[in-house]
């Protein structure tokens, strides 16, 4: 499985952004799909995740600003990012969890500055 994110950038304080992550490959079948950031000088952190039954999981940083959701026939997972903080600068990486292993992907950059 090989994960692609695009979508990150450059956006001010209070801004929106939505990356997405699309998977490719074969004969898998993916079960949790996230999202992952590192900022500079932290570990990785969680910041939200979702079954194949659209049930979520959010860091409490990013509750009520951010919103995750997949589209399983595009093996894509998204993560619409509102409200953005100074703070949420990071690079922001995908995961998804089969029954063999968990793949990870290259990061994107996200960078709140004014």
């Known amino acids: 499985v090989q994960l692609q994110a695009s979508g990150g950038g450059l956006v001010q304080p209070g801004g929106s952004l939505r990356p997405s992550c699309a998977a490719s490959g074969s004969g898998f079948n993916i079960a949790l799909m996230g999202w992952y950031r590192r900022a500079p000088g932290s570990e990785r952190e969680l910041v939200a995740r979702v079954t194949p039954g659209g049930t979520t999981e959010y860091a409490d940083s990013v509750k009520g600003r951010f919103s995750i959701s997949r589209d399983d026939a595009k093996n894509t997972v998204y993560l619409q990012m509102r409200n953005l903080k100074p703070e949420d600068t990071a690079v922001y990486s995908c995961?998804?969890?089969?029954?063999?292993?968990?793949?990870w992907g290259k990061g994107t950059l996200v960078t709140v500055s004014s």
């Open positions: 995961n998804a969890v089969t029954s063999l292993r968990t793949y």
